[in-house]
């Protein structure tokens, strides 16, 4: 057993936000042929050829419009099988968002609020007393007081505990217990904080996460093509390791594909990128100010999304980060952009959003590669950032 924790530690390290991305050239069901939808595969095709990626793939979407997708390269190192825009991909942090809009259902519900505070949410735990007074708003944006790093002893806790319900209970009882990192109110990105959000909402709902967020999310927006954990799905993609220059597949019935289970809100979806773009959807709507709207239902209100997506008052330009992305401001977008990215060290997906002109660009990498997956953007940035907005 103790191998098994040996291989598994480090694979939470790679979850993190992004706002690098240079300007204009770097930065599902609807997938079948339609003349209307660019394909990207070959404009993709050179850029993974260069990268020495196994497989590469990016789509663009202005509002839940999908405009332009692609797929190209292998499902894994060594397999002659192509990778299709059907493909599912982990997008590693890119989960937090979804748990944050999770967060924004049940405030709009009257379930929770902004303010509430660890010592309200969680009056039966041992809690630090410098924690008690975070709140839920503190946690989603990252200024909870919460170390970077998961601690060594909750990680191997969680992956002796990864197929008991109660685990990410017993994490967070074990997070909170511990005094924080860093002052409460500073920013340190961690994601022990939507760990915390994720038992937050299991305490309120009476429901896992990952139930929740297939009800919630998955169900309503149509994301018919979403899980947990590395795709092992016959024509997944396969994550890779790296061993010094050569890329070594890893099955994901393999132990060490992803991170446990109870990490679940700070990173463990995968997704097509079509339903990706669903999701994506939603948050522009709360970006631009509308309401979010699933076949004509609402989401989350216009003034519970405005509150998630600003970030604190004077953040500096590093530490703008609010409701799973992290804010920057770039020409093509028209002003203030959102960013994240997401990884288990195996996998890298990526996301983009200019409100203004309500548009989305992804993409998505079966190896840890982050300066090639940049080079994705620039086709879809230079097609689309310069039309008018619509």
Known sequence: ?????????????????????????????????????????????????????????????????????????????????????????????????MTAVLVAMQIDRGALHFEDTLASLFPDLAIDAALKPVTVEQLLEHRGGLAAALPKEVLVQMWSEAEDPASRAHAVAAILATPPARAVGTFEYSNSSYVVLGAILERITKKTWEDLIREDLFAKLGMTHCGFGAPSEPDAPWGHRRDGERLVPVSPEAIASDNPPALGPAGRVHCTLADWGKFLAVILAGARGDVARSQGNPIASSATMKRLLTPPAGASANERYAGGWSFTERGWGGGTVLTHSGSNTMWLATAWLAPEKNLAFVAATNVFAPKELDAAFGAMVNAYAKEPAK
């Open 1 to 97: 057993m103790r191998d098994r924790f040996a291989l598994a530690l480090g694979l939470v390290v790679a979850c993190a936000p992004r706002a690098s991305a240079p300007e204009a050239i770097r930065v599902t069901d609807r997938v079948t042929p339609d003349p209307d939808v660019r394909d990207l595969s070959a404009e993709l095709e050179p850029i993974r050829v260069s990268g020495k990626l196994p497989a590469l793939a990016a789509a663009a979407f202005r509002g839940d419009a999908l405009l332009a997708i692609g797929a190209a390269g292998f499902q894994r190192e060594g397999s002659d099988a192509r990778v299709t825009r059907d493909a599912r991909w982990h997008i590693g942090s890119d989960t937090k968002a």
